[in-house]
């Protein structure tokens, strides 16, 4: 391997390449200071490194197209979202960028090629955050990471951390949660893991980009009291826990700055705040001054383009563009080039392990489902008995969501298949008229964009007289309900958020149908995102929230049917009962003063300027279900297992002179099947100078596999950040005096355990 690796042509041509430096005495990066490189540099080369190589993209407009240099505008991963300019002469290499982030988005196919390029769809980020699981999301960044480095590239665009301040928001799927404690450390889990393997992660967007609708444009007004505690707050963990290689800045503006022009949000906070060291790039396109950009910190200017690198040209030309800026951006550049694979000239396979990975998929998979209703023990399934499956989605699972965040897997194994394997018997006609629906459906569909979703085949429509055969042949009927959003557009109310005509009345007359013969009903939802349950919930007797599960769909899902996999996921996002119930509706998307359009030149930044009020503040997701004591169909932190746990009695230590508080508390399994727990640490805080929510999850712990009877003694550690809020007056993390109240629980609403301490003094903690 070592032999192979030192006559590889890459380092072939870099020994000769060397020789010939060493003779006209020119640095090389990795060798020489990364001063010594950029002083070698022109200043067409420092152009052309503070941008990528442009992308080909139909009917982009003139100024977006690629920038023009010597060099290819080419990369060697067929596919990939981006890459750098490589500058051979100073030993400078070319930087690979791929989507993120469930999964490595390349092209399967290459020119002149048979060989097939295909990566592992793993569950999306929503699924992997109600696993509650950190262990879990860094053991699916391992597998990225690796997949990533074995298929050439140098950092992984992802992962994807905004907040879901609203259901609708079209990439919801991409990001974890409504909350930021979880958000951030499942992106933390998630960096650490990708770059184990020696890769680097881009975590975005940075920051307040919470909706697709008029992205490029849109001027987020939020107080400085949400965006510290909703939106800054995962970055802000993930920054300091994991220090990813590089951040991708938004498409929006906040508070009338584009984030990728922002020194505040960029320099200020990012670096200076929270000690960030890596490279800030821009999302594709994003933002509208590339000056600007440099001067606030937003190194990285992608895809590139020949309007930028005119605009540069003229600006270091007269004068409103020092080169010192340009110069202090590439020390950054190419220090993270120094850590990249392709700077070790490493040689990537093309083959990784995708039959390991699919099982990480699947394991993962099955691990943050939520189990959110089980009337009678309807599940587990016994093995034999004959399911009917009913619902589009049953044949063709919808597994991730669409846009930069789809991946192009090899295959994605639906419930029919998956309940196959497993040696369920299904009702062979029933699935056949499916199937040939389906896909004569689908024969007459026009084909999309990458970028837009493909429109789902309508809902099947299923005659009374075929369910009464179907429900007489059969033991139970599963019905699945499958949603797919993605970058561009938000989410529709109707027939998205809640059911289509079609999908109620299919439940309606299922569930009649079967419930006359005293058979059962399982609701799966194969969603990206919360949709309506409340309206619906009472016609079935179970219902699994499954959502976009990855490639392994069918099989993670047998598990859980089966029991093979007792469901641990608890909802990292609050099921309302209506869509009004989120605070975020009133005024979403903000006001538009162009009409929605699928139209590339929509995606453009344009005329069509749009603002959104945050006025929710930091009521957010639970934060205001809770307080407010607004019902919800399942709350933040909800799910059900095929066993019970029972909680100890709590124990909270103090140590005299420490400003942290200990607590553990003794979980034990007192069901009949061996299962995991989540319990999640909530804090009460005294309502003095600041107002507050009822409480805040400021810990959360999963348990082992832990058989029958068997206990675990889950520890937290609650720092005094973990109990403060932003206090606008003193700019301050603010730890106010009074009674704090701990409280052990299985859900937000479900608290099992509560001890309370007092803050003798308040405590101010700087930013
Ligand atoms: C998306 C990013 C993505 C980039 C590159 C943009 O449209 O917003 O998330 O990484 O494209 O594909």
Do not use: C
Not at 665 to 674: F, K, Q, S, V
């Amino acid at each position: 391997m070592k032999l192979l690796h030192l006559f590889s042509p890459t380092l072939f041509g870099l020994l000769l390449f060397s020789t010939s430096s060493a003779a006209t005495e020119l640095p090389q990066l990795g060798k020489d200071s990364i001063q010594s490189v950029i002083t070698a540099l022109t200043q067409q080369e420092k152009i052309s490194l503070v941008m990528g190589t442009g992308m080909d993209f139909p009917g982009l407009p003139d100024e977006f197209q690629a920038p023009v240099v010597g060099s290819s505008n080419k990369s060697r991963v067929p596919g990939a979202a981006g890459s750098s300019f490589a500058i051979e002469r100073l030993g400078i290499p070319e930087l690979v960028l791929v989507d993120g982030p469930a999964g490595v988005r390349i092209s399967p196919r290459r020119e002149d090629d048979d060989n097939r390029y295909f990566s592992t769809a793993f569950p999306i980020a929503t699924l992997v955050a109600s696993s509650w699981d950190v262990e879990l999301a860094h053991k699916v960044g391992v597998a990225m990471g690796n997949e990533s480095k074995e298929y050439g590239a140098d950092i992984l665009l992802a992962p994807a951390l905004n907040i879901h301040r609203i259901p609708l928001g079209g990439r919801n799927f991409e990001y974890y949660s409504e909350d930021p404690l979880v958000s951030g450390k499942m992106a933390a889990a998630m960096t650490r893991g990708v770059q184990s393997q020696g890769v680097g992660t881009s975590i975005k967007h940075y920051v307040a980009n919470n909706h697709e609708w008029n992205r490029n444009v849109i001027d987020v007004k939020v107080g400085q009291r949400a965006l510290r505690e909703i939106y800054l707050r995962g970055f802000e963990i993930a920054i300091k826990e994991s220090q990813p290689w590089t951040v991708m800045s938004s498409y929006n503006k906040v508070n009338g700055t584009y984030t990728s022009e922002s020194h505040e949000l960029l320099t200020k906070i990012l670096r200076e705040q929270w000690g960030f060291e890596g490279l800030v790039m821009t999302d594709w396109f994003g933002g509208a001054d590339a000056i600007a950009q440099l001067k606030a910190g937003n190194d990285l200017l992608m895809p590139g383009s020949v309007g930028q690198q005119n605009t540069l040209q003229k600006a270091l030309d007269n004068g409103d563009l020092d080169e010192a800026v340009l110069d202090k951006v590439l020390e950054k550049i190419l220090t993270v080039m120094l850590k990249s694979p392709a700077h070790a000239s490493y040689q990537y396979s093309d083959k990784p392990d995708l039959a390991k990975h699919a099982q990480v998929a699947r394991s993962a998979a099955a691990q943050g489902m939520v189990l959110l209703q089980n009337n009678l023990t309807t599940l587990p399934l016994k093995k034999g008995q004959k399911i009917a499956l009913f619902g589009n989605g049953s044949y063709q699972m919808i597994v991730g969501g669409t846009g930069s965040g789809h991946v192009n897997s090899a295959y994605a194994v639906s419930l029919l298949e998956g309940l196959t394997h497993a040696g369920f018997v299904g009702h062979q006609t029933l699935h056949k008229s499916y199937q040939t629906y389906i896909s004569t459906e689908e024969a007459k569909q026009v084909p999309q964009p990458f970028y837009l979703p493909q429109p789902v085949v309508a809902e099947r429509v299923v005659s009374q007289q075929e369910i009464g055969d179907v429900a007489l042949q059969s033991d139970i009927a599963l019905i699945t309900i499958s949603r797919n959003s993605g970058e561009f557009a938000d989410r529709e109310v109707e027939a998205d958020f809640y059911l289509s005509d079609a999908e109620k009345k299919l439940i309606r007359s299922v569930s009649q149908r079967y419930h006359d013969l005293d058979k059962k009903v399982v609701v799966v939802l194969n969603v990206g995102g919360v949709i309506e349950t409340a309206s619906w919930r009472d016609h079935v007797d179970a219902i699994l929230l499954a959502w976009q599960p990855g490639q392994e769909a069918g099989h993670a899902l047998a598990d859980v049917i089966s029991g093979q996999v007792n469901p641990s996921g608890k909802l990292a996002a609050t099921f309302a009962m209506e869509i009004q119930d989120y605070p975020s509706y009133e005024g979403f998307p903000g006001v538009v003063t162009e009409p929605r359009s699928a139209e590339l030149k929509s995606i453009m930044r344009g005329d069509h300027a749009a603002e959104v009020q945050y006025h929710d503040g930091i009521w957010v997701g639970y934060r205001a279900f809770n307080t407010r004591k607004i019902d919800t169909a399942y709350a933040f932190g909800f799910g059900l297992s095929y066993t019970q746990f029972s909680y100890g009695d709590v124990q909270l230590t103090r140590q005299e002179g420490s400003d942290s508080v200990q607590v553990s508390i003794e979980i034990t399994n007192t069901g009949p099947r061996a299962g995991k727990e989540v319990v999640q640490l909530y804090v009460s805080a005294p309502k003095s100078k600041l107002e507050k929510p009822e409480a805040e999850l400021r810990g959360f712990r999963k348990t082992n596999l832990l058989q029958p009877k068997q206990s675990q003694v889950l520890s937290f550690t609650i720092n005094p950040r973990d109990l403060s809020s932003y206090d606008l007056e003193s700019q301050q993390w603010l730890v106010e005096a009074g009674s704090y109240i701990i409280k052990l629980a299985a859900s937000s609403t479900d608290i099992r355990r509560a001890v309370t301490f007092d803050q003798k003094k308040a405590v101010y903690i700087p930013l």
